[in-house]
């Protein structure tokens, strides 16, 4: 059940828009959910798509589409790596395996304390940073050197 905050959030979002196209505030309203409840699992999917009036297939359909929401429970960090070509080229395969070895997990794979989840994605719009990475969707980390990466665990960590 989303918080009376975060329906408030949504009702924002809803006003940008004309009343007969309220689906137009899907993404923003998933993507406050999801800041939430930390992923978005079908109730919460279906209770945006009542919320907002639209088929909750339709919400699942955007859902699925995007790879920045996430349909399982994910770590309180989720790390995504770009390994689009430019990234790749530039020291993101390099920094995609220490943190794997670092964290001692794989793509799509969470820490056993559920601190750390890391996914792979696409371009993120900053190939001259690389390598690049996201933190919970909101915030990039560019030129991650080994020392940079090492920091960033640690901050987030605590």
Known sequence: MLSEQCLQKIDRELAKYPADQRQSAVMAALA???VEQGWLSP??????????GMPAIAVQEVATFYN?????PVGKAKITVCTNLPCALSGGERAAQ?????LGI???G???DGAFTLMEGECMGACGDAPVM??????MCSFMSNEKIDALVEELKK
């Open 43 to 52: 109730e919460t999917m279906q209770e945006v798509a009542d919320y907002i």
């Open 32 to 34: 406050h959910a999801q």
């Open 98 to 102: 220490y943190l794997k070895d670092k």
């Open 110 to 112: 969470t820490t056993d």
């Open 106 to 108: 794989d793509y799509r």
């Open 68 to 72: 920045m929401y996430n349909l399982k």
């Open 134 to 139: 996201l933190v919970n969707n909101h915030r």
